[in-house]
């Protein structure tokens, strides 16, 4: 009789695990479509395993790094959307990226950044992560907010202030 017991816990935990599974699959296979319909222009911004500087005019040829072309991409395609989700990606450069064009937009009547998007941004900029800036042959590593404390960034900042 114990053994029986035991047996139809174990055959109950089995299906429970096998419901578990099945949603749990179902679940990762839907955020995987997901994922493969997102423009490559946010994955290009949002994963850290993408590598580029932050700048406009960059090495030996003055052509724009991977990182810009991607958010003029968005911003032509006006994914404001994505842009804003760019700042919860993991890439450093990226997330500058988004910032810069929200604030841009912002400053011109073509986004509305909410109090907690503003926020966000803020606190993106304070945590002073380590950015790769290019300007023309020269690449350098600076703090995000050094880059803030440039007039031209400065004024785009004090629209949200």
Do not use: W
Not at 41 to 60: M, Q
Not at 91 to 96: C, K, Q, T
């Amino acid at each position: 009789m114990k053994y029986l017991f035991i047996l139809s816990i174990f055959i109950f935990q089995l299906f429970s695990f096998s419901s578990f599974s099945h949603d749990y699959l179902q679940h990762v296979k839907s955020v995987h479509e997901v994922n493969d319909t997102l423009p490559q222009e946010y994955k290009i911004l949002s994963d850290s395993n993408f590598h580029y500087d932050f700048g406009e005019s960059c090495y030996l040829l003055g052509k724009p790094p991977l990182g810009r072309k991607a958010i003029e991409t968005l911003r032509l395609e006006k994914r404001t959307d994505l842009i804003k989700a760019v700042l919860n990606g993991n890439n450093n450069e990226g997330r500058i990226y988004a910032i810069e064009a929200l604030l841009q937009l912002h400053e011109k009547k073509e986004c509305v950044l909410t109090d907690e998007e503003k926020d966000k941004i803020k606190l993106i900029i304070l945590s002073n992560h380590i950015i790769n800036r290019c300007k023309g042959n020269v690449i350098i590593s600076t703090p995000s907010i050094e880059l803030f404390k440039e007039d031209e960034y400065k004024k785009l900042l004090q629209s949200i202030m």
